[in-house]
Nanobody, 120 residues
Framework: VQLQASGGGLVQAGGSLRLSCAPS????????MAWYRQAPGKQREFVAG???????NYINSVEGRFTISRDNAENTIYLQMNNLEPEDTAVYYC???????????????WGQGTLVTVSS
């Protein structure tokens, strides 16, 4: 199983982007899905997470500007990013706790990353 992320790009400050992420193959279930980001020269940080029951939490700096959502039928997670700031520039990674068919437990999976660049 691979997580495939898309939707990154170059946008001016104040603009919007929508990221999406989904597993490459069918899976049994997905618990928590989340987005992380890593800016140049910085450590990867948590951005937003969403449980299967739609309980969301965000890092303070994106609260009110970013919205995380999921389509459980398609096992897809989205990150709507509005009012983007240059400080949001980073590679964004999706993360999910996935139970593969035939497995008894969930394991951690990461997407390949999608670059978001916000110009001032």
């Amino acid at each position: 199983v691979q997580l495939q992320a898309s939707g990154g790009g170059l946008v001016q400050a104040g603009g919007s982007l929508r990221l999406s992420c989904a597993p490459s193959t069918s899976v049994s279930s997905i618990n928590i899905m989340a987005w992380y980001r890593q800016a140049p020269g910085k450590q990867r940080e948590f951005v937003a997470g969403l449980t299967r029951s739609n309980k969301a939490n965000y890092i303070n700096s994106v609260e009110g500007r970013f919205t995380i959502s999921r389509d459980n039928a398609e096992n897809t997670i989205y990150l709507q990013m509005n009012n983007l700031e240059p400080e949001d520039t980073a590679v964004y990674y999706c993360n999910a706790r996935i139970q593969q068919w035939g497995r008894a437990t969930h394991s951690d999976f990461w997407g390949q990353g999608t670059l978001v660049t916000v110009s001032s």
